[in-house]
Structure formats: C-alpha cells, structure tokens
C-alpha cells in the first residue's frame, strides 16, 4: 500500500536531475505552491525525505521543452538572460522563481532561447525585462515600464555606476524596492528617465563630442554656467556633474582647440597668481628686517 501511494511521487534528487534545480531551489518553489510534495513522515514514506509529485515536475519541464527556440551564444546579462542568472540577480530561489516558472507552465512567459552553459530549465533565455516583473516586491505596484538594475540605469545615462550610487546617495532618484541582501538593486525606469530627459551628464557629453571631461567640466564653470553637482561616494572620487538639457541646447559646445586654448588661458592666470603671492610673501619677508633696524637706530 505504501509503494502504491509513493508511485505518483519522485524523489528529490529525480526532481532535481529533472529541472536541473539544486536542493534549496526545488523545495523552495515547491513551498510556494508550484510543485505538490510530501515529507517522509507525514505519509509513512522514507524519513527526513521529499517526494514531488511527477505530473508537475514533468508538466514544468514540458513548459519549457515545448518552446522550439534556437541555441544561442550567451556569456552575460543584456536584453536576454538566462533564468540561471535571473535567479541570482533579482528573482532570489522562491516566490520570484516560482512566479516565473508558473508563467510559463501558464503560457504568459515564453522564452527567447537556450544556453548550454546551464543545464536543465536554468538555461533557457528571456527577454529581461519580461523575468523583472516576477520578483516579489511587497507593497510595491509594478508599473508597465518596469524597474531596471544600476548597470542598466548607467548605460541608459551614459555613465558609470558609481554616478548612478551618487544619485541615490544625493536623493536625486531613489530606489524603486527595499534592497533583499543578494539581489540586484533597482530604480523604476519612469522616474530615471524622466531624470534622463532633464539632465545630460557631462561624462557623456564629452564622450559625445570626443573631448576631455574635466576639461570640459572646467570651461562650463569659467563661463558661469549652472551644473547640478553630485558628491561620489566611492573612495578616491570627487563629484559627478550634469547639465540641463535646456541649457544645453542654448550653449555651444566647444572644439578640443577651443577647450585647449581656454586650458592654456587658465594656467597662464594661475601662474601668474601664484608669481604674484611669492612676490608679496618675498617683500613682506624683505620689509621686516629694515623696520627692526630703524627701530634699533632710533632707540640709539
């Protein structure tokens, strides 16, 4: 009788080998309601053991075999992403996982490819931001545009991620969700690009006219020109500058020679600063000697 009502169940390295999930992953999502299982005890079965149930083990690998999709060459996240490094970033190993796999049981979520770096279902390939909308974010409404992580938020600006930390740090964009230790962090797409249609980060306009930042960064405050300045907080970095896109469209951007002559300007005016605090240092230092000789003088 035992064996009979264990039949319609695997064991849990059988379901493991079957969707190429590790231990944790598997009980996890079957703890959210994906996949029916038993514990040993509970059914006289083998002790400290779980069963899953073979008909939504197999259904789910089914899922996703049935989808004729082409074997591609993936090495990292992009536009596509394999559900192994999905589980990683931002999905975690229960309910985000377990959402995503259920929509594609249900039909809502099909992938884009297949990646032999992974085995199983881990390496089936979709479309990132479709797999970004089943991470589980209490109390959080997902918006049709979505959330995207720091280094998507970096390429949409044109800057490093270390400026995407400065403008958090400064509360000039804020975090879409309350960070999960292990994941990636997000900001809503919404609100980073309508930061993107004001701002231009000067990193990126030089990039864009092939000229020197710091240069550039310079010549803008010569003239006068309101910057919106961010402090960095990585070690050994500064500030991060960026430029109304209004203003921007009303100034003209100079030429590298313009920018070097402008340089050459500004260091001929330092130097000449600088020769100029030396010499009244040196006559100061020259003009208190002669007042303690006049002094002696006059006292004789």
């Known amino acids: 009788m035992r064996d009979a009502e264990l039949a319609p169940y695997m064991s849990r ?18 703890a959210c309601g994906v996949i029916r ?13 779980f069963f899953f149930l073979r008909e939504d083990v197999m259904n789910i690998k089914a899922a996703f075999e049935h989808h004729r999709v082409p074997t591609l060459a993936y090495s990292k996240p992009g536009k596509l992403i394999a559900l192994r490094h999905a589980m990683k970033n931002y999905l975690g190993h229960g309910s985000g996982l377990a959402g995503a796999i259920r929509a594609v049981v249900d039909g809502r979520l099909v992938p884009a490819g297949y990646s032999k770096r992974f085995r199983g ?4 390939l979709f479309a990132a931001q479709d797999l970004r909308r089943y991470r589980l974010m ?3 409404e997902v918006t049709p545009e979505g959330y995207i992580n720091y280094r998507e938020a970096a390429a949409l600006l044109g800057v ?19 960070y999960q230790f292990g994941l990636s962090k997000f900001v809503a797409a919404a609100d980073l690009q309508r930061f993107a249609e ?60 313009a920018l070097r002559e402008a340089a050459e300007r500004r260091i001929l005016a330092d ?4 020769w100029m605090r030396l010499r009244l240092a040196k006559e ?16 004789a």
């Not at 390295?13 to 079957?30: F, K, Q, Y």
């Not at 300045?229 to 009303?250: D, N, V, Y």
């Not at 130097?271 to 600088?274: E, G, I, L």
């Open 13 to 30: 390295p059988e379901a493991m080998a079957a969707l190429a999930l590790t231990h944790r992953t598997i009980v996890s999502v079957a």
């Open 198 to 257: 004001s701002y231009v980060a000067i990193s990126a306009l030089a990039k864009q006219y092939r000229l020197n930042t710091i240069a550039l960064f310079r010549y803008l405050r010569a003239y006068g020109t309101p910057l919106l300045s961010i402090r960095l907080p990585e070690k050994g970095t500064r500030h991060a500058s960026f430029l109304s896109r209004e203003i921007a469209c009303q100034i003209q951007i100079p030429s590298p020679k």
């Open 121 to 124: 279902i881990t390496g089936y």
């Open 271 to 274: 130097r000449k600063k600088r």
């Open 138 to 140: 209490p109390g959080v």
């Open 284 to 299: 100061a230092a020259l003009r208190k000697p002669l007042g303690r000789v006049r002094r002696i003088s006059s006292m």
């Open 160 to 178: 490093a991620v270390r400026e995407i930390r400065g403008l958090m740090s400064g509360g000039i964009i804020h975090d879409a969700v309350e």
């Open 37 to 49: 299982y038993v514990k040993g005890p509970e059914r006289n079965f083998p002790a400290r053991c």
